[in-house]
């Protein structure tokens, strides 16, 4: 049971995964620039709500990054999708 439905285990792992990989770069990326800021120029070290939701809009495109990732893999070993 678990070896023909491995496949779609793979589509699972890509749409929980890749969109939580997109939401913490987006979260790194802007603590980064922030620190970068504070220490060469000064400027204050802000981190808000908005950088946040900022980071769930970038997570959104991971469901269909993760789905072309998954189909691309499919064909790449030779899977069949739809059908035995």
Do not use: H, T
Not at 12 to 36: H, K
Not at 52 to 71: D, E
């Amino acid at each position: 049971m678990m070896g023909k439905n491995r496949k779609y285990l793979a589509l699972l792992f890509c749409e929980i995964v890749i969109p939580l990989m997109f939401f913490f770069i987006a979260i790194i990326m802007e603590l980064v620039g922030s620190i970068i800021l504070f220490i060469m120029y000064g400027i204050d070290f802000k981190y808000g709500i908005d950088d946040i939701y900022l980071a769930c809009k970038a997570a959104y495109f991971g469901f269909p990054i993760g789905v072309v990732f998954w189909y691309a893999k499919c064909r790449c070993y030779g899977v069949k999708i739809f059908g035995k």
